[in-house]
T-cell receptor, first 112, second 114 residues
């Protein structure tokens, strides 16, 4: 099965860029997602990328996919205190049913 | 367009009891997936329902079961509760056959087993 690994913690200053990294084992994942979870809340879909893409930009968010190294990253430009949350990388396939496999999450702390 | 809703928000049960959690899918979505998120962990896939049938299952025992109704809402039932079942239970809905489209999550039900 798929394994998804992330670093546990990242601290950045307000206004700086944040880069959250993720590695995955299953190259058959069709979609790769980034979700945000604030304390006590459910998961908010931030963005996703198809496995045949290398990069996707969506306002302050940039997703980079390196299929050779099975590495996914999320860059948040001009990080704000409201970006403080846990960020989950996840991989999903479309074979029969879509099981989404999540990483353990990276806690982003934004220092004012 | 309404989002995914779940009830109840919080629930406390004792070991050995049974629990039912509910989920209403987002408008236009026909597939519901359930996830268990233990404290400090990422969500783990329990199962997925499409057209009222279980369409896929993760590594969870049979005492975790579910239903999907004609209006695409869903229930998660857990029998013989164990202490390790304490977690946030998340429901996600998606459209398209077998849920091949992006999943949108509800706020979750926090279950505590004492």
């Amino acid at each position: 099965g798929e394994d998804v690994e992330q670093s546990l913690f990242l601290s950045v200053r307000e206004g700086d860029s944040s880069v959250i990294n993720c590695t995955y084992t299953d190259s058959s994942s069709t979609y790769l997602y980034w979700y945000k979870q604030e304390p006590g809340a459910g998961l908010q879909l931030l963005t996703y990328i198809f496995s045949n893409m290398d990069m996707k930009q969506d306002q302050r968010l940039t997703v980079l996919l390196n299929k050779k190294d099975k590495h996914l990253s999320l860059r948040i430009a001009d990080t704000q205190t409201g970006d403080s949350a846990i960020y989950f990388c996840a991989g999903g396939d479309s074979g029969g049913y879509q099981k989404v496999t999540f990483g353990t999450g990276t806690k982003l702390q934004v220092i004012p | 367009e309404t989002g995914v809703t779940q009830s109840p928000t919080h629930l406390i049960k004792t070991r050995g009891q049974q629990v039912t959690l509910r989920c209403s899918s987002q408008s236009g979505h026909n597939t519901v997936s359930w996830y268990q998120q233990a404290l400090g962990q990422g969500p783990q896939f329990i199962f997925q329902y499409y057209r009222e049938e279980e369409n896929g299952r993760g590594n969870f025992p049979p005492r975790f079961s579910g239903l999907q109704f004609p209006n695409y809402s869903s229930e998660l039932n857990v029998n013989a509760l164990e202490l390790d079942d304490s977690a946030l239970y998340l429901c996600a809905s998606s459209r398209g056959e077998g849920g091949t489209d992006t999943q949108y999550f509800g706020p979750g039900t926090r279950l505590t087993v004492l």
